[in-house]
């Protein structure tokens, strides 16, 4: 009786959680709609704060941030929405015209076709459509192999075994890009300048000297982490060492 009794209170109580973030969303979006893009923002957080977020989320964070010509926190949201759903064209397009208003035009290194194929194919989707890819190939070789094994006439024997041969290879292929793609995700930590401007140093120092400096809205690599500097990694290929507090991770 307790269990059922707890089990209820759990169903009810993310019931009611996901009513409150439901209608958080609604008033923030009035809001928005009103002008009022600093109240909607602050909606906007509360919600993020309960941990249920959407890609729709900070896609409409970063639209009320831009309305307010906040460069970097603009960007940093539309990244966060890209994030969680790298097809949302609409973060794609509004990621493009915040980049307009940052002050550093910073050149990429010329990439590789492997590189060319993994950013313009792979990264278009995560890597738990990745996974949702790999479990729908595994019970098509399953399938098919099963058809195989069932199967009397040599026609049909052979046309189950290829079919479900090209399925196994294909699911190998899919279940490697889904662990690269989640390896990538978790060692490829990027990050926003928050700052107007910074200075980049050559050492983690206070004292050390300045190579560079970068203006807010640039998005980093973060490569290493010691006390409060990190160590980052622009797109040309730059290196140098930044305070914490100076950038926002994504």
Do not use: C
Not at 82 to 100: G, M, S, V
Request: net charge neutral; hydrophobic share 45%; glycine share 2%.
């Amino acid at each position: 009786m307790k269990k059922i009794i707890v089990i209820l209170l759990f169903f009810t109580t993310n019931l009611v959680s996901a009513q409150t973030v439901n209608e958080l969303f609604t008033n923030a979006n009035t809001l928005y709609k009103e002008g009022k893009h600093q109240e909607a923002i602050e909606l906007y957080n509360q919600i993020e704060s309960t941990g249920k977020v959407s890609s729709e989320l900070y896609f409409n964070l970063g639209n009320a941030y831009y309305k307010l010509n906040q460069v970097a926190p603009s960007i940093y949201n539309y990244e966060k929405a890209l994030l969680l759903d790298p097809l949302n064209e609409d973060a794609q397009n509004n990621l493009i015209i915040a980049k307009r208003l940052t002050l550093d035009r910073i050149e990429e290194l010329p990439k590789s076709i492997f590189q060319k194929i993994n950013n313009n194919f792979l990264q278009k989707f995560s890597y738990n459509t990745w996974a949702i890819f790999v479990v729908l190939l595994s019970f098509l070789a399953s399938f098919l192999f099963l058809m195989f094994y069932f199967s009397y006439t040599p026609n049909k024997k052979r046309f189950f075994f290829t079919t479900s041969t090209i399925s196994f290879i294909l699911l190998i292929t899919v279940l490697t890009i889904t662990f690269t793609q989640y390896n990538q995700s978790k060692n490829n930590i990027e990050a926003i300048v928050f700052n107007y401007e910074i200075e980049i140093k050559n050492a983690p120092t206070d004292d050390s000297d300045v190579i560079f400096t970068l203006h807010e809205g640039t998005k980093v690599k973060v490569l290493d982490t010691v006390d409060e500097w990190k160590k980052i990694k622009l797109i040309d290929g730059k290196i140098g060492w930044v305070k914490s507090d100076a950038i926002k991770v994504l």
